[in-house]
């Protein structure tokens, strides 16, 4: 066992990035702005994992955060001087090449760090063999017991590569509290925290809905989870700094990017049904009553491949006759086209309106996006033809861009593979190779069967609003889908919402997702919905099939849609 806070009963842990390129000075305001116990970072998505691959092509010395380095070279001494121990994720797809790297830092800084790295998950020279195709970098999601052993070795600093973006702050309250494999409701306890904290100010204040709620949003600070020996935890963020933690930023996190019930990890699954949220002082939120269930037999993968090369034009449309200029632009390209690209995309956007007192406000904007895995199709050749109508079709023809080539984009697509086909190399500060044992407790992931609902409301007088003039959502992206979660403050609000916001309700509301799959989650406790809407996204962020790729703004367009709402549950 190995104590890494001066309280044997709590480990107060913190954030200091969100995604790679998160605020660079975070690292030292969380050293320098109170008291930790211990540090982390999330520098890894679905994107950055393409990002990382695509560096390592061109350098296989690199596929690390390189900005991480940066914030070492910074911090390091500080953090040691702290007694901070830094477990990060940074390591993407060169864990031990970024370990190598701090090692650097620190001699130069004339340092004694303790550095260790966690490795295994990159399946990439088996992917194949392993049934998952071929694929630029293929890397299976771990767990927290190679870097809680690494922690029991003394590091002061472990880099992680693909661990699942809990993992890190699950890993050193598992080390300090000497938590076993089968602690399953301390584990989850510890999983919810961190998945509340792991996107930094997405929970003091970033992206929500209620945001002029909040008296500083101008540089809210990073949150920190405090959690108990039960698994239990309490968010908060250091004194004097923006932002806020409420029941409702620390909600809107919870909902981030969720599927159903069940969180599943390596090594525990965790009941997003199953506990509460409670105010219990200024900035402080406390989450009870987590249940955990073991893990699921097998380990999700991120696998990224280049899908083929992109590029695309956008047209200005001014004024009158938006529709025919719109579809004059588009004929006139395609005929004049050498070659057809594999795929030929147009969006309007109908931003103008009419009788405008500017000339932005009169303005449409026809967007064309091509692709095709040969570069030159999607080059020169495309964006050089779409210039040439300048003088030759609609009135008023302008460009937002100038012409230009192409560029790569990648796929993202999940896969699985059974735990026991995954190495789990914690690598201590001595160089020490130990390999982590394998989880053996399993239980197959199933959907959670749909709770009773409440009674509807009595019928009543309503008005016509936006959603969100009670409700407040979340959304983001997985892969191909997004996900809305949507959740309202007071418990007839709750009966009015969950027999109103239906699947149906949702397609009417947003006509996009009408031809896709959505699917319906009821969270009570949370007094939430949360929505799967399968395929919108295409083949992933990197795809781009959306002005919108990661599914940012989904929850506030379906919050800005006129609704009949009670008037009794209006403010």
């Not at 295994?120 to 194949?128: C, F, I, N, S, V």
């Amino acid at each position: 066992m190995t104590r890494l806070a001066a309280d044997p009963d709590v480990i107060r842990i913190g954030n200091c990035s969100g995604f790679y390129g998160d605020r660079i000075n975070a690292m030292r305001e969380m050293l320098e702005g109170g008291q930790l116990d211990v540090l982390t970072g999330d520098y890894l998505a679905e994107l950055t994992m393409l990002i990382l691959g695509r560096d390592r092509m061109k350098d296989p010395n690199l596929g690390y955060a390189k900005t991480f380095v940066r914030q070492m070279e910074d911090c390091m001494g500080l953090a040691l001087d702290r007694g901070v121990q830094i477990v990060v994720n940074a390591g993407g797809l060169n864990p031990a090449g970024l370990a190598a790297r701090l090692r650097e830092v620190a001699d130069k800084l004339g340092l004694d760090a303790a550095i260790a790295h966690v490795e295994g998950d990159d399946l990439t020279a088996r992917a194949a063999d392993l049934g998952l195709g071929n694929a630029l970098c293929a890397n299976a999601y771990l767990g927290a017991w190679g870097i809680v052993e690494c922690l029991n070795a003394g590091a002061d600093i472990v880099v992680t590569g693909r661990v699942t973006d809990a993992s890190v702050i699950v890993a050193p309250a598992a080390a300090h509290f000497d938590w076993g494999r089968t602690d399953y409701d301390a584990l989850a306890g510890a999983v919810v925290a961190g998945h509340i904290i792991e996107c930094g100010t997405q929970a003091t204040g970033g992206n929500f809905s209620f945001f002029t709620e909040i008296p500083d949003l101008t540089r809210p600070g990073f949150p920190i989870a405090e959690i108990r020996r039960d698994g239990a935890s309490v968010i908060t963020k250091h004194e004097n700094t923006g932002g806020a933690v409420t029941v409702d930023t620390v909600q809107a996190q919870i909902m981030y990017e969720i599927q159903g019930a069940r969180y599943a990890g390596p090594d525990v699954t965790a009941r997003i049904d199953s506990f509460e949220l409670v105010q219990v002082g200024p900035d402080r939120v406390e989450v009870r009553g987590v249940v955990g269930e073991p893990p699921p037999p097998q380990l999700k993968v991120s696998l990224n491949t280049l899908g083929g090369f992109r590029n695309e034009m956008e047209f200005i449309l001014t004024g009158l006759d938006i529709e025919a200029k719109a579809e004059l632009a588009q004929k006139q390209l395609e005929s004049w086209l050498p070659v057809r690209p594999a795929e030929l995309d147009w969006t309007l956007a109908r931003l103008d309106r009419p009788d405008a007192e500017t000339e932005e406000q009169a303005s449409a904007l026809l967007r064309c996006v091509v692709r095709d895995s040969d570069p030159n199709k999607v080059g020169r050749a495309f964006s050089n033809v779409a210039v040439e109508l300048a003088l030759a079709s609609y009135p008023g023809c302008s460009f937002t861009s100038m012409p230009g080539n192409g560029s790569p984009y990648g796929i993202f697509t999940p896969g699985y593979v059974d735990a026991s086909e995954v190495p789990h190399v914690a690598v201590l500060p001595d160089g020490t190779r130990v390999d982590i044992e394998q989880v053996t407790d399993t239980a197959a992931l199933e959907e959670v069967p749909a709770p009773p609902l409440p009674e509807p409301l009595p019928a009543g007088e309503t008005l016509r609003v936006p959603l969100g003039t009670i409700a407040l959502a979340r959304s983001g992206d997985k892969g191909g889908n997004a996900n809305i979660g949507v959740w309202v403050r007071t418990d007839e609000q709750w009966r009015w919402l969950v027999n109103t916001l239906t699947v149906d309700e949702v397609k009417r509301l947003l006509p996009e997702t009408a031809p896709l799959t959505v699917t319906r989650h009821v969270l009570p406790k949370l007094r939430a919905v949360n929505f799967i809407i399968e395929g919108l996204l295409g083949k992933g962020v990197a795809y781009q099939a959306r002005f919108d790729p990661q599914a940012k703004g989904l929850a506030e367009w379906l919050r800005s849609r006129h609704i009949d709402i009670p008037t009794e549950l209006l403010p």
